[in-house]
Structures are given as structure tokens and as C-alpha cells.
């Protein structure tokens, strides 16, 4: 059992930055690929972006790729998410996952998710 907590979500303006963090309990995180998800207002949950156990592989969705980049310190036992260039389409609830097997972009090769912290974009 693995727990996860996300943080750093708040409200910024189109074009601004924001770094999600997302911070793993109960065991370390060296056992899971780990995900960020989103669900817009109205929306489904969607993939945003993976990396590896070793941080080795990274993909990411198409509508994110240039401007989001995962990464993750193993040591700390935290997986993050940077945002630049932000559009008013990112707003959403961000979620944490992590994946006992490989990385995956659908939400049902997750096993662990965290609560969620929502990004605000304004125009």
C-alpha cells in the first residue's frame, strides 16, 4: 500500500508556471511507475503524463508535451509535475498515481491515487 498526497495547485494566469508535488507514504516509491492524471469540469479523467521506475521513460499526452515535465527523486520519495506555459484549457483537478507494473496511460493501469489538487488558469 503505497499513499499519496499532491500539493502545489493554486490559481495562476495563462502563460505562468505552477510545480505539482506529490509526496508517497507507506512504502518507496522505487516500487511504481508513477502518472499525473487531470479531470477538467464535465470531463473524464485523462492522462497527462508517466515516467518510469528509474525515470529512464517519460511520455506525455500531446496537449501537454513541450510545456509539462515529470520527474522524480526517489530518495525524497516525491514525483513531480512542472507546468510552464499554462492555458486555460489546463484547468483541471490534478491527481497522482502510481503503477505496480509498467508505465501506462490509462487510468486503469494505476493501482494507488491520490485526492487531487485543482489548477486554475485564467485568461
Known amino acids: 500500500q503505497v499513499w499519496l498526497v499532491e500539493s502545489g495547485g493554486g490559481l495562476v494566469q495563462a502563460g505562468g508556471s505552477l510545480k505539482l508535488s506529490c509526496a508517497a507514504s507507506?512504502?518507496?516509491?522505487?516500487?511504481?511507475?508513477m502518472g499525473w492524471f487531470r479531470r477538467a469540469p464535465g470531463k473524464e479523467r485523462e492522462f497527462v503524463a508517466t515516467?518510469?521506475?528509474?525515470?529512464?521513460?517519460?511520455k506525455y499526452a500531446d496537449s501537454v508535451k513541450g510545456r509539462f515535465t515529470i520527474s522524480r527523486d526517489n530518495a525524497e520519495n516525491t514525483v513531480y509535475l512542472q507546468m510552464n506555459a499554462l492555458k486555460p484549457e489546463d484547468t483541471a483537478v490534478y491527481f497522482c498515481?502510481?503503477?505496480?507494473?509498467?508505465?501506462?496511460?490509462?487510468?486503469?493501469?494505476?493501482?494507488?491515487w491520490g485526492q487531487g489538487t485543482q489548477v486554475t488558469v485564467s485568461s
Open positions: 515516467i518510469s521506475r528509474s525515470g529512464g521513460i517519460t
Open positions: 507507506g512504502r518507496t516509491i522505487d516500487d511504481y511507475a
Open positions: 498515481a502510481a503503477a505496480v507494473h509498467v508505465v501506462s496511460i490509462t487510468v486503469t493501469g494505476y493501482d494507488y
